[in-house]
């Protein structure tokens, strides 16, 4: 099992920035894939960011790239996802994901693969 937790979502104005904690607990082995998804009202969830744990490889949604990163902090168990020029569209509730022995990056930005999910945490981007 593997349990995690999110923090950091908060009411921002456009072009700011925020920082998202995920706090893994319980069985952490190097075959996770850590990913970022997030879900706005009325739309499904959908893959923002994913960062494998053992070899750190990152895949970003277009509609991110270059303004997020997804970064591990190995010693705290801790995923983190710094988003910067923040956006209304990135409005939505962000979820932090694992899943084990995703090989290919299709499987790793689908949500239905993730094994183990927090319980979100709120972005809202004001403009």
């Known amino acids: 099992q593997v349990q995690l937790l999110e923090s950091g979502g908060e009411l921002v104005q456009a072009g700011g920035s925020l920082r998202l904690s995920c706090a893994a607990s319980g069985r952490t082995f190097s075959s996770l894939t850590m990913g970022w998804f997030r879900q706005a009202p009325g739309k499904e969830r959908e893959f923002v960011a994913y960062?494998?744990?053992?070899?750190?490889?990152?895949v970003y949604a277009d509609s991110v790239k270059g303004r997020f990163t997804i970064s591990r902090d190995n010693a705290k168990n801790t995923v983190y996802l710094q988003m910067n020029s923040l956006k209304p569209e990135d409005t939505a509730v962000y979820y932090c994901?694992?899943?084990?022995?995703?090989?290919?990056?299709?499987?790793?930005?689908?949500?239905?693969?993730?094994?183990?999910w927090g319980h979100g945490t709120q972005v809202t981007v004001s403009s």
């Open positions: 994901a694992a899943g084990e022995f995703l090989s290919s990056i299709t499987r790793r930005t689908w949500p239905g693969n993730y094994n183990y």
């Open positions: 960062r494998t744990w053992g070899g750190g490889s990152t």
